[in-house]
């Protein structure tokens, strides 16, 4: 059975850092390309970053370039967010998600993604 599990979220000052954490297994995600996906309450799914299967390649959303860092460890089946200087509008539920199969070497539109965490919540206090 394939599961994403992230961890890591919390409760946070605006400034501060938080890394999140998504272990996967049950498939070969190794081969995959991975991505981070947020949710803030009320509104719809935003992409926020990728990294291809190797950790070669990365992207951001405009959002979180310069202040967020994804990376990955293949050797421990984990992926990273690394998210600095945040900022209330950074709040939502966090998905780790991978891509739906290999063509998608650095998925970045969520039609791309094929698997999904359950989320970890991310809360930034002014």
């Known amino acids: 059975q394939v599961q994403l599990v992230e961890s890591g979220g919390g409760l946070v000052q605006a400034g501060g850092s938080l890394r999140l954490s998504c272990a996967a297994s049950?498939?070969?995600?190794?081969?995959?390309?991975m991505g981070w996906v947020r949710r803030a309450s009320g509104n719809e799914r935003e992409f926020v970053a990728a990294?291809?299967?190797?950790?070669?390649?990365?992207v951001y959303a405009d959002s979180v370039k310069g202040r967020f860092a994804v990376s990955r460890d293949n050797a421990k089946n984990t992926r990273y967010l690394q998210m600095n200087s945040l900022r209330p509008e950074d709040t939502a539920l966090y998905y780790c998600?991978?891509?739906?199969?290999?063509?998608?070497?650095?998925?970045?539109?969520?039609?791309?993604?094929?698997?999904w965490g359950q989320g970890t919540q991310v809360t930034v206090s002014s």
């Open positions: 049950g498939g070969t995600f190794n081969t995959y390309g």
């Open positions: 990294i291809d299967r190797r950790g070669g390649s990365t």
């Open positions: 998600a991978a891509a739906k199969d290999t063509y998608y070497v650095t998925p970045r539109e969520l039609v791309d993604f094929g698997y």
